[in-house]
Every structure is written in structure tokens, then in C-alpha cells.
């Protein structure tokens, strides 16, 4: 009976009845049901209804004109066997033209024409021995752990996403209060210099009502001398005469010299400008919203493959009084907002502003090596003593401060870092690690022991794709794809010592040369697209470099006080 059900499912679905008796089933058959006992929640063909009934004599019985209520009632069924289209039925078939498992409803209505039908019973013989479902607890096992890493990285991501709103907040605010500091000052410059011209300006009401009370008061005594004379005495009236009509020339004089003013008076005109630029700018800066890897988007405006040329260069003094040697800048990396990190190997971590003024520093172990921004306000810095101390410091930037909130230690030597996706990538000086964002080694990705030095520092492709590794032993700077293989090996006469990278979001690379070189190389890191600084142009053994695109600028650390800028085009 088995094989007849097989073949007829085989063939198509002509004998797949819309509910088989359940106790025909269990003996491999397939019989349609004609009754539904509600109490065992099971189906009986007219020949197990019979066997049932002696069984069972109060149980009810559902014959077909009430079948409408059978697959409402509750099935025995365990759960992982119930359909999920249509709950009341169990999943009885597995149709291999879908590789879906069906009910037999579900055969009748969407499976009517395919030509492989299978019975789960014969399907599922010896499954206990299938190496794949053996491995199935482990491989759920690990699926899970994975599943709650992600929801602990996403419920970091959150914190640190809130924490960096909070961060960018401070900084709008701290604007904010800048330019009211600005316009407070403009307000009372403008105020000083309206008093001024007030009081310039009353001074000058005040003289010339002082010369009107003098002219008023001396032609008032003439005029009384001459009236109070003897009129017989006519010497002493000539006299008066005379001087009266002195004064009348000089009072004459005077308003005419005060009639050229006929009015003291002050007007204000506004500066368009201040309103003009204010009201243009709608936000205080620009918010860059980080795609799924975790990079931010380009806002370079130069293509992938243009090549580079100078513009010009300016050095930038890093060098705070507490330093207590030349300052030694092994890394570089720039936050949201525009503010620059740096590592300085001979004496600690500096915070500059957008015109690379240092605002704050924090000391760390001996030594510093890489900085890379690892999302929102927080960096993490390379730490390395001789590979006794190898750390990874992770540090927050809160309202213009440096702080370091928990670090991560290795095994191995940890002198450059980069971020992406949810994995920290970490160079030891000959192999590349991968770790999560809390410390757990996912993998070693590449290895080269052929010398020391082989794997010092590294950059990340925009789409994760490439891994630019310079390798300043062997002059070459070498690109691997994201599963460690090796892409290509790149050398080139001004190639020497390679030790910094940069790869932009725009898909440029640049790397430094310790022999006093900045390159530019293209994206699959396999030709030099231009030599774009040499020591006659400022460079000295560069450690870091990094492109501000914001700027159109190389930012170049080294052996020097100063950070070289190149302007480019």
C-alpha cells in the first residue's frame, strides 16, 4: 500500500486526500478519513472507526458534513510537525520540485502538479545517522552565539550612537556659545563706539550752548551800561556803541559757524553680511551618516583614479610644553566632527582642533604606535613596550577631552589598527589579526615571518574589499582581499621603506616612505599613480599619513614638531 500511495504521489496528487486517517498513516498507509474524534484529535478511515468505536463509546464523533470543523479543532499534534499555513493539519509530505514540507491540503491546492511528492515517513529513514543533521545542534549552537553578538554589538552600537548624539550635541552647543561670544563682543564694540559718538557729539551741543549764553549775557550787559548812561553824556554812548557792535560781529560769527550745523545726530546701518551668511547656513556643520560597514561616506570631490598634484604646504606646530622630546607622529585619524587625533610615539596622545591647534592630550603606556577611529567620539590606540605591554587603548572624546575608558590586551605585539564593519583588524610586525570590538580573536588573517617588520601597519578599503599592508622590510607594499589571500605585491624605486597607509573613502591610497617619500597608488595597489612629496618639500621620515577630505588635504606626520599639510588638487 505504501509503495501504491508513493507511486500515486509520484505521478501527481489524484489520491492525496484532503485528511487521511491518522491510524492508517501510522502504519505507513494513506486512506482517506471520514470521521474526526474530538477527544483524540485524530482521523479515521470507516475501517478504524470501527476499531475506535470499541474502544471509545462516549467520545464524539465529527462525520464529513460537519469537516469544516475539523481542521478548527485542536490538534495533538506537536508543534514542530504543524503547518504553518494551515495549523489544523500536520506536515505529512515533502514535495522535492519546492524542497518544501506540505500538508496534504497544502499538496492539494499548490502542489497538485509536481512531479516529486514524498511520503515523510519513508523520507526521513535514518535521519538520526545523517552526518548533517548530527551536526545540526552544534551548527544552531553557533548560529545563536552569533545572533547575540549581533544584538550586543547593536546594543553597543545604540549606546554609542546616543553617547556620540550627546558628544555632537556639546559641540553644537560649544558653537553656539562661540558665536554668541562673537556677537556679544560685536554688540558691545558697536555700543562702545555709538557712546563714543554720543559723547563726542554732546560735547560739542555743550560748547555751543556755553558760546550762546556768553554772547546773550555780554550783549544783555552792553545794552544795560548804554541805557543806564546819562544821555547827555554822548562819549560814553559812542563807546558803548562801539563795543556793542563788536560783539554783534562776533555773535554773527559764531551762529553762523554753528549754523552749519543745523542738527547733531547719529544713524545706524546694519551690516547685511552677518544676517545674510547666518540665515544661508541652515545647520552648524555637516552630519555624515555611516553606511552598514561602518565608513563614512566620501566627500571628496575628486574621482577614484584622478591623480593627485600639489597645491602648496603649511606646517602645523604639535609640539605643548610638557613634551619631553621631538615629537615622533606615528599615527593620524580625524573624528565626525572634523577634530584630529594623533599618537605621539616619544611622549602621548594630542587632540587637535580643525586648524590642528592642540587642545588636550592624555598620557598612555609606553609606547604609542596607531590611532584609528573606531565609530562616533572614540578612537583606539596601539600600545607596545617590546611586546611586554600589548594593548589596545579605546579613547572617548567628551566636551574637547581625552579619556580612556577600557583597553583590550594581546598576546602579540600590536602596533597598527583598523576598524571595520564589527572586526578589529590588528598588525603584530608580522601577522594580521581579527578580532571583535570586545577582545575576541575571530582568526589570524595573514602571516609573513620572512623578517620583522613584514605586517607593521595596514588600511581598509571603503568596500572592505582591499587590505594594503606596507611591508618596509622588503620595500613593497603588499594588497590582500578580505579573506587574507594575496592580491598583488607592489615596488617601485621611490618605494623605500613603506610605513604608513591611507586608504580614503573615495578609494585613493596614499602611502609614506620612511626614505622621505609620499605616494599615491591606485586602487588594486598595483601602479604608482604620482610621487606626490619629497624631502625638498618638507617631508621627514613620515610615520603616518591621513587625507582630510573636507580640506582637499594630506595630513603627514613624522620625526618633526610639525605636521606637514599638503594642499592638493
Known amino acids: 500500500m505504501a509503495s501504491n500511495l508513493e507511486a500515486s504521489i509520484q505521478m501527481g496528487c489524484d489520491f492525496i486526500h484532503d485528511f487521511a486517517c491518522s491510524a492508517c498513516e501510522e502504519d505507513g498507509l494513506n486512506t482517506e478519513a471520514k470521521q474526526f474524534c474530538n477527544q483524540c484529535t485524530k482521523y479515521y478511515c470507516d475501517n478504524c472507526i470501527t476499531k475506535h468505536n470499541g474502544l471509545y463509546k462516549r467520545h464524539t464523533l465529527l462525520d464529513r458534513k460537519d469537516v469544516e470543523k475539523w481542521a478548527a479543532a485542536p490538534g ?71 545572533i547575540e553578538d549581533m544584538k550586543n554589538d547593536r546594543m553597543k552600537n545604540r549606546a554609542s550612537l546616543r553617547k556620540t548624539r550627546t558628544a555632537i550635541v556639546d559641540e553644537i552647543k560649544a558653537i553656539r556659545k562661540e558665536i554668541n561670544d562673537v556677537l556679544d563682543k560685536m554688540e558691545k564694540t558697536t555700543v562702545q563706539e555709538l557712546d563714543r559718538l554720543v559723547s563726542d557729539q554732546e560735547h560739542s551741543i555743550k560748547i555751543d550752548m556755553e558760546s550762546c549764553t556768553q554772547m546773550e549775557d555780554e550783549l544783555k550787559n552792553i545794552m544795560d551800561d548804554i541805557q543806564n548812561k546819562d544821555l547827555s553824556g554822548e562819549p560814553p554812548l559812542y563807546i558803548g556803541f562801539r563795543k556793542c557792535e563788536e560783539k554783534i560781529k562776533q555773535a554773527n560769527k559764531i551762529l553762523q559757524n554753528m549754523s552749519n550745523v543745523s542738527k547733531y545726530n547719529i544713524t545706524f546701518c546694519k551690516h547685511n553680511g552677518v544676517e545674510d551668511n547666518l540665515s544661508s547656513m541652515k545647520t552648524f556643520g555637516e552630519l555624515n551618516e555611516s553606511n552598514v560597514f561602518g565608513a563614512q561616506p566620501s566627500t571628496s570631490v575628486f574621482p577614484r ?32 566632527g572634523g577634530a584630529v587625533v594623533t599618537t605621539d610615539y616619544n611622549n602621548k596622545v594630542k587632540l587637535l582642533d580643525q586648524e590642528y591647534i592642540v587642545v588636550d592630550h592624555c598620557d598612555v603606556p609606553k609606547y604609542p604606535y596607531d ?33 580612556t575608558t577600557r583597553k583590550l590586551s594581546f598576546t602579540h605585539g600590536c602596533y597598527g589598527a583598523a576598524h571595520y564593519g564589527n572586526n578589529l583588524y590588528i598588525s603584530s610586525d608580522t601577522a594580521l589579526y581579527v578580532y571583535t570590538t570586545t577582545g575576541q580573536l575571530v582568526k589570524k588573517l595573514y602571516e609573513d615571518t620572512s623578517d620583522s617588520n613584514t605586517v607593521f ?89 591621513y587625507f582630510n577630505s573636507r580640506t582637499s588635504s594630506l595630513v603627514v606626520g613624522g620625526w618633526k614638531d610639525t605636521l606637514l599639510v599638503i594642499n592638493v588638487r
Not at 496534504?104 to 535521519?127: E, L, M, N, T, W
Not at 562616533?376 to 567628551?398: K, P, Q, Y
Not at 624631502?535 to 603616518?544: F, H, I, Y
Open 76 to 146: 495533538s499534534m506537536d508543534i514542530l510537525e504543524r503547518c504553518e499555513r494551515h495549523p489544523g493539519e500536520a506536515l505529512k509530505l515533502v514535495c522535492d520540485d519546492h524542497d518544501q514540507l506540505c500538508c496534504y491540503v497544502c499538496v492539494a491546492v499548490d502542489h497538485r502538479q509536481c512531479s516529486s511528492i514524498q511520503h515523510i515517513p519513508d523520507v526521513a529513514k535514518g535521519i538520526r545517522k545523517d552526518p548533517e543533521f548530527r551536526q545540526l545542534p552544534q551548527r544552531v549552537a553557533v548560529l545563536r552565539k552569533q
Open 371 to 403: 590611532v584609528c577611529h573606531i565609530g562616533g567620539d572614540e578612537v583606539a590606540v596601539c600600545v607596545s613596550n617590546l611586546d611586554d605591554r600589548c594593548e589596545l587603548h579605546v579613547i572617548t572624546i567628551t566636551k574637547g577631552k581625552l579619556v
Open 305 to 336: 583614479d584622478h591623480v593627485l598634484a600639489i597645491k602648496g604646504y603649511k606646517d602645523y606646530n604639535v609640539k605643548i610644553s610638557s613634551d619631553n622630546y621631538t615629537c615622533c607622529i606615528t599615527g593620524i585619524c580625524e573624528l565626525p
Open 457 to 545: 601597519r595596514l588600511a581598509i578599503s571603503n568596500d572592505g574589499k582591499n587590505i594594503y599592508i606596507p611591508n618596509p622590510s622588503n620595500n613593497q607594499l603588499i594588497t590582500l582581499d578580505n579573506l587574507g589571500n594575496k592580491l598583488s605585491i607592489f615596488t617601485d624605486p621611490d618605494l623605500r621603506e613603506p610605513y604608513g597607509v591611507h586608504a580614503t573613502t573615495a578609494g585613493h591610497v596614499f602611502v609614506c616612505c620612511f626614505a622621505h617619500t609620499v605616494l599615491q597608488i591606485d586602487k588594486d595597489g598595483k601602479r604608482k599613480l604620482a610621487t606626490l612629496a619629497r624631502e625638498q618639500d618638507g617631508v621627514w621620515g613620515p610615520r603616518a599619513l
